[in-house]
């Protein structure tokens, strides 16, 4: 079961920020919030991870407020490209071989 | 970083024949690969855990006698789905976890839409 709840569809102006929210109430303090995105007929791909800390990259930011019970994830400048289904998922440090679970994600409409 | 590839990219086949998908990893080696399904407008649904030299672990509901799964090296995994039909029609997606990294990153295939005439 996907732990994570997010809203279906979301959409964002070229050019300026996006920011996906997720709300993960139940996370545990071992687990770790990732976060994938699939492009439409494309395996999904990674786009970062965070633990407590506020986390950036060269794709996005991820911000885990400090109860770490929700997160957001920033595409700072957004582009037509970066349209797609964002996918937040928990999972634990120690995960081992344990294959992500994937829920229903954000699906992200870039409009020019 | 990591890349895992996947052939064919798309594959239409008749009913009642079986269909072999690939799954590499191509810069790194893979214990484990996982098998995912999915349909239109719907999210990713795991099917099964392929683990190099031992049978796979397949999810509940999901037949192991028609999806043949196979891990004979730690670069490569293949999905046999067998007498295909067309509710077998669906977008199939790798996906790999390099056995070197202590962070058990998981690493995608491009995917293979499958379609059963």
């Known amino acids: 079961d996907a732990k994570t709840t997010q809203p279906t569809s979301m959409d964002c102006a070229e050019g300026r920020a996006a920011n996906l929210p997720c709300n993960h109430s139940t996370i545990s303090g071992n687990e770790y919030v990732y976060w994938y995105r699939q492009i439409h007929s494309q395996g999904p791909q990674y786009i970062i991870h965070?633990?407590?800390n506020n986390e950036t990259n060269e794709m996005a930011s991820l911000i885990i407020t400090e109860d770490r019970k929700s997160s957001t994830l920033i595409l700072p400048h957004a582009t037509l490209r970066d349209t797609a289904v964002y996918y937040c998922?928990?999972?634990?440090?120690?995960?081992?071989?344990?294959?992500?679970?994937f829920g229903k994600g954000t699906r992200l409409s870039v409009i020019a | 970083g990591a890349v895992v590839s996947q052939h064919p990219s798309w594959v239409i086949c008749k009913s009642g024949t079986s269909v072999k998908i690939e799954c590499r990893s191509l810069d790194f080696q893979a214990t484990t690969m996982f098998w995912y399904r999915q349909f239109p407008k719907q999210s990713l649904m795991l099917m099964a855990t392929?683990?190099?030299?031992?049978?796979?672990?397949?999810e509940q509901g999901v037949e192991k006698d028609k999806f043949l799964i196979n891990h004979a090296s730690l670069t490569l995994s293949t999905l046999t789905v067998t007498s295909a039909h067309p509710e077998d029609s669906s977008f199939y997606i790798c996906s790999a976890r390099d056995s070197g990294e202590s962070y058990n990153e998981q690493f995608f295939g491009p995917g293979t839409r499958l379609t059963v005439l």
């Open positions: 392929s683990n190099e030299g031992s049978k796979a672990t397949y």
């Open positions: 965070g633990l407590k």
């Open positions: 998922i928990v999972r634990p440090t120690n995960s081992g071989n344990t294959p992500l679970v």
